[in-house]
Nanobody
Framework: QVQLKESGGGLVQPGGSLRLSCVGS????????MSWYRQAPGKERDLVAG????????NYADSVKGRFTISRDNAKNTVYLQMNSLKPEDTAVYFC???????????WGQGTQVTVSS
């Protein structure tokens, strides 16, 4: 049974930092591209950052470049999202995604809430 479990969300003040974690199980983690998406109320779910399985190549949404860093530890089946200099507009539910084969296999976590507010 495939599972993706996110953690690390919460309430933080503008300018603060959070680190999200996502632990995968039930699939060969190292082969999958792992990504973080986010969805704010009334908006679509958008890609935040992704990291490939083989080469560890990363990509980021323009809105988070220079502030967020995605990384993975294949030995721990875990992907991380380090979020610095957080802004109120970063407030959203953050979802972990695992995909391979052009989304032939495509799995989602349940999400973790991040709220940036003073």
């Amino acid at each position: 049974q495939v599972q993706l479990k996110e953690s690390g969300g919460g309430l933080v003040q503008p300018g603060g930092s959070l680190r999200l974690s996502c632990v995968g199980s039930g699939f060969t983690f190292s082969r999958y591209t792992m990504s973080w998406y986010r969805q704010a109320p009334g908006k679509e779910r958008d890609l935040v950052a992704g990291i490939t399985g083989a080469s560890g190549r990363t990509n980021y949404a323009d809105s988070v470049k220079g502030r967020f860093t995605i990384s993975r530890d294949n030995a721990k089946n875990t992907v991380y999202l380090q979020m610095n200099s957080l802004k109120p507009e970063d407030t959203a539910v953050y979802f972990c995604n695992a995909e391979v084969g052009g989304r032939f296999y495509d799995y989602w976590g349940q999400g973790t809430q991040v709220t940036v507010s003073s």
